[in-house]
C-alpha cells in the first residue's frame, strides 16, 4: 500500500492523472459559468423585448421606495431596464463579471446571486426616493464585483486572488457608481449590490473542513 496521498507522486507532485482530472473539472467548470451566465443576460434580454412589444411597462413592477406595494420589484428590477441602452451598458460587464463568479459552482451562484439581490435591493427600497422606481441590473453588476474581488481574500485560492486582483484593475472605475454623482442613476442600487457581493463572498467562504492539507 502506498503512503502518498492519492494523486501525488513520491516527489510530492501532483501526478499527470490529477492534472488532467483538475483541468478537465476547470474547462467543465468554464463551459457551465458561460452557459448559466449567456442564460441570465439573454433571460433579460427577452423580457426587454417582451416590454417593448407588448402594451403597459414591465418597469412598473420595479423598486418603490417605502411603498409595501414596491417590495416584490426587489426580485424583478434586476431583470428590467428602461431601455435597450440601459440594457446594453449592464449586458457586458455582467456577462464577464458573472462568469467570473459563476466560476466556483452553480449552487455558490446562485446562492450569491440571491443575497446581492436582496441587499441591493432592500437598500435601495430603504433609501431611495420614493418618487421614483428603480430597475436595472446593475446592483448585479456590482455586486458579482464584489464577490470576485473579495473572494480571493476570504478562500485565499492564489486563482481567486489572482482573478481578484485582475478585475479590480480592469473595472476599478465603477467604484465611482457608489457615489451620487450623476442624476437618474441609482448609486444606492450601486453601493448595495457592492455590500451584497462582498457579503456573498464572507458566507460562501470555504469552510476550514473543505481546505484539505497536502
Do not use: C
Amino acid at each position: 500500500m502506498s503512503d502518498y496521498p492519492t494523486g501525488i507522486t513520491p516527489s510530492g507532485r501532483p501526478s499527470r492523472e490529477r492534472l488532467r482530472r483538475g483541468a478537465s473539472s476547470l474547462v467543465a467548470g468554464a463551459l457551465g459559468a458561460a452557459l448559466l451566465v449567456i442564460l441570465l443576460v439573454g433571460s433579460m434580454w427577452a423580457i426587454e423585448i417582451a416590454d417593448y412589444v407588448l402594451p403597459g411597462s414591465f418597469d412598473d413592477n420595479g423598486i418603490r421606495a417605502w411603498n409595501p406595494d414596491g417590495l416584490p420589484g426587489i426580485v424583478f428590477a434586476p431583470f428590467l431596464h428602461a431601455d435597450f441602452g440601459h440594457l446594453m451598458a449592464n449586458s457586458l460587464p455582467l456577462l464577464v463579471l458573472g462568469f467570473l463568479a459563476a466560476l466556483r459552482g452553480v449552487g455558490r451562484f446562485l446562492a450569491a446571486s440571491l443575497i446581492i439581490i436582496l441587499v441591493s435591493g432592500v437598500g435601495v427600497w430603504l433609501t431611495s426616493d420614493p418618487r421614483y422606481v428603480t430597475v436595472g441590473a446593475s446592483g448585479l453588476v456590482f455586486g458579482y464585483f464584489g464577490l470576485v474581488v473579495a473572494r480571493g481574500l476570504f478562500d485565499r485560492r492564489l486563482l481567486d486572488i489572482v482573478i481578484g486582483i485582475g478585475v479590480a484593475i480592469a473595472y476599478y472605475s465603477i467604484i465611482w457608481g457608489v457615489l451620487p454623482t450623476e442624476a437618474g442613476v441609482s448609486w444606492q442600487g450601486h453601493l448595495f449590490g457592492l455590500v451584497g457581493g462582498i457579503l456573498a463572498a464572507w458566507v460562501l467562504r470555504r469552510k476550514r473542513s473543505e481546505i484539505a492539507p497536502y
